[in-house]
């Protein structure tokens, strides 16, 4: 007989209607006091702790199963608001379960409440420092200072101060990336009810050639979505000389909004 454990995807007030689709992959909704609970048996032997460990390790399998995760707490949000878990919340028994359910239930009516009609947007903002580094002296008192310098000078001089420009450049490109990324946030922060900041991802990660400059989630009430996303044009397209580009991906489940502890149990 094959151990198993429960597997847990999201909490939703109301019952979710589970499509043909969901069922076929094992998942069912259990009712817990005033909640129902979207979850998965899962064999021991793949998800315990010790093993879930060792599987996260392969990227394969882990890229997979976190992508089957997203998608299948995306479609129970085409029925009903959610309160989402982390890839690989695994609890030992229903009686655990129960007890987490029971223990965190006015923090959960809480967070309910407060993503209620709202949906959550990824915002990430990227700068071709290249392409920006051919305007610099448009943007930069100081590169172009430096440059009528270059062009005054003698040629020994000239590339004295060439390479001094080069080493400016890169730190004033810095700069305009940090106060322009500052700015994109705080313009979109008016627009929603919530925000939060993440980590900048590195171009391995991001797979892109170009710098990731803000990487911001927002929590946008349901009925201003449009109206944000005709503002997040607006403000890509006042990028004339085209170094910046604005990625908004959306709408996910409200991780970078609720505050419930989701340890296994």
């Not at 878990?85 to 309910?112: A, D, P």
């Not at 004295?160 to 979109?188: T, V």
């Not at 890509?236 to 970078?256: A, L």
Request: aromatic content about 10%; some cysteine; overall charge negative.
């Amino acid at each position: 007989m094959i151990n198993e454990l429960i597997y847990v995807y999201c909490i939703a007030v109301n019952p979710p209607g589970l499509i043909d689709e969901l069922k076929a992959r094992g998942l069912k909704s259990i009712e817990i006091g005033q909640f129902n609970v979207l979850i998965k048996n899962v064999p021991e032997i793949e998800f315990s702790e010790e093993n879930l460990k060792q599987n996260i390790a392969d990227l394969r399998w882990l890229e997979a199963n976190a992508r089957e995760h997203i998608n299948v707490i995306g479609m129970i949000m085409g029925y009903t608001s959610v309160i989402p878990f982390k890839f690989g919340t695994i609890f030992k028994t229903l009686e655990s379960l129960e007890k987490f359910i029971s223990v965190y239930s006015g923090s959960l009516l809480e967070n309910f409440e407060f993503i209620k009609g709202r949906e959550e947007w990824a915002v990430k903002i990227y700068c071709d420092r290249k392409a920006l580094s051919k305007h610099i002296d448009e943007l930069s008192e100081t590169a172009a200072a430096l440059e009528k310098q270059i062009m005054a000078s003698s040629p020994g001089k000239a590339f004295l101060l060439q390479r001094k420009k080069a080493d400016l450049i890169e730190n004033e490109l810095d700069r305009i990336c940090k106060e322009r990324g500052q700015s994109y946030f705080s313009e979109l922060a008016i627009l929603s009810e919530a925000n939060s900041l993440n980590n900048l991802l590195p171009k391995e990660v991001s797979g892109r050639d170009d710098t990731m400059i803000l990487n911001a989630s927002f929590l946008v009430n349901s009925d201003k979505v449009s109206h944000v996303k005709d503002i997040f044009i607006k403000l890509g397209s006042r990028e004339v000389n085209s170094s910046f580009h604005i990625e908004i991906t959306g709408p996910w489940p409200p991780f970078s909004f609720i505050s419930i502890n989701e340890k296994t149990q």
